[in-house]
């Protein structure tokens, strides 16, 4: 049984997860858009795939501690990383849904 928390496409919008431990985490498809996350404590084995924007600082943060693999899907947290664009929130990014 996995200990990791299960956020598979869990709808973070403005998540303040400063302080995280999101090691092992299971993030594929999660909404990240303006999620602060630039004091986690550790990503060590998560799986960003298919992760929503990140704010610039929030994703400069995560890529400078990204290691190691996730238990289950077996990827590695930095190339999981590759996709995911930065948002620069003082730019004022609008939705157009």
Known sequence: MST???LKAAKLENANLSGANLRDANLMGAVLKDA???NVTSIEGTDF???SSLISES???IGSIARGNHPETFRQTALTLRNIS???PA???VDQD
């Open 4 to 6: 990791a928390p299960a």
């Open 36 to 38: 602060q996350l630039s």
């Open 49 to 51: 795939t298919d992760v």
């Open 59 to 61: 994703a400069e943060y």
């Open 86 to 88: 930065a948002s620069d």
């Open 91 to 93: 730019a004022g990014d």
